[in-house]
Each structure stands twice: as C-alpha cells, then as structure tokens.
C-alpha cells in the first residue's frame, strides 16, 4: 500500500459528460501529480501541484483541470468526455519536489462509451 | 528537455536467467534516473533512483541499474529471474531537484517462463 488513495477505481460514463477523480496523497507529501496511462500513449504526465500551487504542466487538454485544496488533496476534473479519454489515470505524490520517490495511487480507470 | 528510449516493448526470460531491461535518456542537465515496476491492477512502485554519487544502484527485488553517462545509459538486471517478476518496467528522467516533471519512457514488458 502506496498511502496514495484514489477515488472511484473505476468509472463508466458516456461522451460529452464530465467527471471529477479524486486524490488523497500520502500523509505529509504536499505535491501531487497526475498521470494519464493509455495504450497507444503510454504514461503521459498531465499536472503537477505544490501546496496548492500548480507548478508543472504536462500534456493536459484545455478540458481537463486539477486543483489541490488546503487539506492537500487534489481532484482532476475531466470535461466533454471523448471515446479517447477512456484510459487509467494515475495520482501521485512526493513530499517535496520531483527527483524524489513517486507514490502512486492504484490509479482510477476511466472508461468512456 | 528531458526524455527516455527503453528498447524492446516486451522481453522474455526463463525463470533463473539473467534479466537485462535497455533505458536510454537523453537530459540537458545532469539527470535524476528511476526504474518503475508495474504489476498488473496496481499502481506504479519504486524500484531504484539514482541522484548523485554511486554509479551502481541497488534496488528491491534484487534489481540493480547502472549509470553510464558515456552511454546515456541506465539498464536495469537483475541475476536470476523469479516468476514473480513477471510485470511492466517503467525508466523515468528528471531534471533534477526543482519541480520538474518525471518523463517515463514507454515500458517493457516482462515475461518469465518456467
């Protein structure tokens, strides 16, 4: 058990919908990254926040965002839902920054109709 | 910018031989280094980092991965495969300390025959 926690672990929903991930990271890590893992990608970085501050942006669609709140968890939030959306996306989380140990999440596996 | 090339989307092994995973990393500075292992269901878990310092790294699992910076190397081995080994392996590459985002390469796939 990594002490990342991810909710739901899995979701169905259809195109053009919108759907919030949520992430509690470790106890005491106050970054929290996502991940998108798919097929034909691979282990794609989205985003990175720190204390509640975005700090990383990878290859993230202007249809999703991520926010991480004062108690430090963070949700992901994934709008007008395409079939290409379906994939495992992974939470993260380290106590500083990147280049230290990465817990991840047992991830949440979206599945688009 | 940084990158990774791990060669050969799946390798096969007998259980016992030796295990060799290729990563190779291209970094504009001095880079952080990590190998991944993925089992199936779950989430990604650290097998071994290199920062700074010793060029061989030990890992859990008996893995091991050296550091070639004439090579832009960092193979992952490991001796004696077990069949419990039988997973996907993630290389990783960070710029070093500062909020810069861990780039994973694409994977290989590990497969262990009795």
């Known amino acids: 058990d990594s002490g990342v926690t991810q909710t739901p672990k899995h979701l169905i929903t259809a195109t053009g919908q919108r759907v919030t991930l949520r992430c509690s990271p470790r106890?005491?890590?106050?970054?929290v990254y996502w991940y998108q893992q798919s097929l034909d990608q691979g282990l794609q970085f989205l985003i990175q926040?720190?204390?509640?501050?975005?700090?990383a942006k990878g290859n993230i669609l202007e249809r999703f965002s991520a926010q991480q709140f004062p108690d430090l968890h963070s949700e992901l939030n994934l709008s007008s839902l395409e079939l290409g959306d379906s994939a495992l996306y992974f939470c993260?989380?380290?106590?500083?920054?990147?280049?230290?140990?990465?817990?991840f999440g047992s991830g949440t596996q979206l599945s688009v109709l | 910018a940084q990158s990774v090339t791990q060669l050969g989307s799946h390798v096969s092994v007998s259980e016992g031989a030796l295990v060799l995973l290729r990563c190779n990393y291209s970094?504009?500075?001095?880079?952080?280094l990590f190998w991944y292992v993925q089992y199936p269901n779950q989430g990604l878990q650290l097998l071994l980092k290199?920062?700074?310092?010793?060029?061989l790294v030990k890992g859990i699992n008996g893995f091991e991965a050296e550091f070639k910076k004439s090579e832009t190397s960092f193979h992952l081995t490991k001796p004696s495969a077990h069949m419990s080994d039988a997973a996907e392996y993630f290389c990783?590459?960070?710029?070093?300390?500062?909020?810069?985002?861990?780039?994973f390469g694409t994977g290989t796939r590990l497969l262990v025959s009795p």
């Open positions: 290199y920062t700074t310092g010793a060029t």
């Open positions: 990783a590459v960070s710029g070093g300390t500062g909020f810069q985002k861990l780039v």
């Open positions: 993260a989380s380290s106590l500083r920054a990147v280049g230290e140990k990465l817990f």
């Open positions: 970094s504009s500075v001095p880079p952080y």
């Open positions: 106890s005491g890590d106050l970054s």
């Open positions: 926040y720190y204390n509640g501050e975005e700090r």
